[in-house]
């Protein structure tokens, strides 16, 4: 594993560089006053009729997640982070992604980055400027269905195709000479820095011919047919992408977490505790790719009718079962069942759905932080979301306050949730004195009160030492990271 020491991060760039919009949330309550569970800035919606009170009652039971269930779950979580370090085929698969050191030093150059996240695909490249200095230039292209459940061919000759386009609008040509860091947010069992199989498919992706297979090859085949000079240098997780994007500016970066379509986590593991590896490190640490997504212990997760509902309908039953409890791919659908029973009760719409309603997927998750958001006295957006945009026929004010309702309560389990699981890893790595949580994705960017929450539940889980915890809002830490590593590969 000598290939390794290649790695020992001796980028040029001064801290701050690569995280220029990275926004400090320090925790902000009051010292020993825990927050009642589920608390939310603003307050419940009031609801005022029997019936509303009522369905309100039987959701809240569902969706709280208690001190005593959140300290549940950290201890599973530990012992499972423990036991993907000893053996494979575990419920967390705790891969190595064969990055070591965290940055530090002095590197110039221009790299690219392909970042492929499950909802957008970016080519981004990077200018290492040295000295503190490095330029973005970067282009999302969406991904359509028939490419996210194609052929993998179609998938891998489309990114190709978008790389080229991306170096002609920068006036290069093909021919141009460079390397390149592969963003790939799927598990994958990494071999080296620059190979890894996948080994399933998740947030909707079905592609045949990719599982088993080296990405990288698959990536560079591609490349190839389109006749561009560029060679894949590192895979990178964007979990830890976004871990040394942030530890560059923030040397107390231990972990770098993905709230967007998906949620995963990396983090700094010390060498000796992964027993399943062969291999040493120069400084003795090795970034693990959680891929906590995949947590599924029943003992400890309170899973709701509406959760096995989504789960059984998912195009990957029984796999995930964490990631479709918190991320943005899941949050909306968990709400839409929700919404779909309460009107199937009578109890929302006077019994009244809507063909868009009905429809997998369509409420999103961005319409609940838009009903969260909506402070007006007559919940006005919460209307247009609900009548302008999911044809609902008409809505009283009670329906749309006991919707409102089921957002917080759904956004607010997801989040305890994920402070439970940050705790966890806190706590595995001996962190409690102090360090950065580097947290990247829409979800966690754009979602009301999903950092306040995060924070509630880490002071309940924590105590007092959640006040050294920072969490951190990182941007694009996952394209900058893959340059970052391929810039060293
Ligand atoms: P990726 O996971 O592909 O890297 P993002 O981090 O942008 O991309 O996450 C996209 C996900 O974030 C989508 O699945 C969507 O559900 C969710 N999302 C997008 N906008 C919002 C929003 N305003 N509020 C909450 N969730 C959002
Ligand atoms: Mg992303």
Redesign the pocket.
């Known amino acids: 594993m000598s290939d390794i020491t290649g790695l020992g991060f001796s980028v040029g760039l001064a801290s701050g560089a690569l995280v220029t919009a990275a926004v400090h949330y320090l925790y902000s309550h009051a010292k020993g006053s825990a927050p009642a569970p589920n608390s939310v800035p603003q307050g419940p919606v009031a609801v005022s009729t029997p019936s509303a009170e009522a369905a309100i009652a039987r959701l809240e039971k569902q969706f709280t997640i208690s001190s005593s269930q959140l300290h549940a779950i950290v201890k599973s979580f530990s012992n499972e982070l423990k036991k993907g370090l000893q053996a494979d085929n575990q419920m967390f698969l705790q891969i190595p992604s064969y990055v070591s050191n965290r940055p530090k030093g002095t590197e110039t150059g221009k790299f690219l980055a392909l970042d492929l996240?499950?909802?957008?695909f970016r080519v981004c490249e990077i200018s290492l400027e040295g000295r503190g200095h490095a330029r973005t230039r970067q282009k999302k292209y969406t991904l359509t269905e028939d490419l996210k459940t194609g052929s993998g061919e179609h998938l891998f000759d489309f990114f190709a195709e978008c790389v080229v386009n991306f170096l002609e609008e920068g006036g290069l040509d093909k021919s141009f000479a460079t390397s390149l860091g592969f963003t790939f947010?799927f598990p994958v069992t990494q071999t080296a820095i620059n190979e890894g199989a996948l080994c399933f498919w998740n947030k909707g992706f079905s592609c045949d011919g990719v599982v088993g297979h080296d990405v990288v090859r698959l990536l560079q085949d591609a490349l190839k047919r389109k006749g561009a000079n560029i060679t894949v240098k590192a895979l990178v997780n964007?979990t830890v992408g976004t871990l040394v994007s942030h530890a560059y500016s923030d040397p107390q970066t231990y972990l770098g977490i993905?709230l967007?379509?998906?949620t995963n986590a990396a983090y700094v593991e010390k060498v000796s505790n992964l027993t399943k590896w062969k291999g040493e490190t120069p400084n003795g640490e090795m970034i693990m790719n959680t891929e906590w997504g995949g947590f599924n212990d029943p003992a400890v997760l309170p899973i709701t009718s509406f959760d096995h509902s989504l789960d059984r309908a998912s195009s990957n039953p029984g796999i995930q079962v964490f990631e479709k409890l918190i991320s943005?791919?899941y949050l909306?659908e968990i709400v839409r069942y929700t919404i779909t029973d309460l009107i199937s009760t009578g109890e929302l719409f006077r019994g009244a759905s809507s063909e868009e309603l009905k429809k997998p997927y369509h409420f999103?998750?961005?319409f609940?932080?838009r009903i969260e958001r909506d402070h007006t006295l007559e919940l006005a957006d919460t209307k247009a979301v609900l009548e302008d945009l999911l044809k609902v026929p008409a809505t009283s004010l009670e329906d749309r306050r006991l919707v409102k309702r089921i957002c917080q309560l759904v956004g607010t389990r997801a989040a305890r949730f994920s402070a439970a699981a940050t705790a966890a890893i806190i706590i595995k790595i001996n962190k409690l004195d102090g360090c950065t949580v580097a947290i990247?994705?829409?979800?966690f960017e754009?979602?009301p009160h999903f950092a306040n929450r995060m924070r509630d539940a880490l002071h309940e889980i924590l105590g007092l030492s959640a006040e050294n915890i920072v969490l951190s809002q990182a941007r694009d830490g996952s394209g900058q990271g893959a340059a970052l590593i391929a810039a060293l590969a």
Not at 117 to 120: I, R, S, V
């Open positions: 996240g499950g909802t957008n947010s964007d993905i967007g379509t998906g943005g791919m909306g999103e998750t961005a609940m932080s990247d994705g829409s979800l754009h979602y």
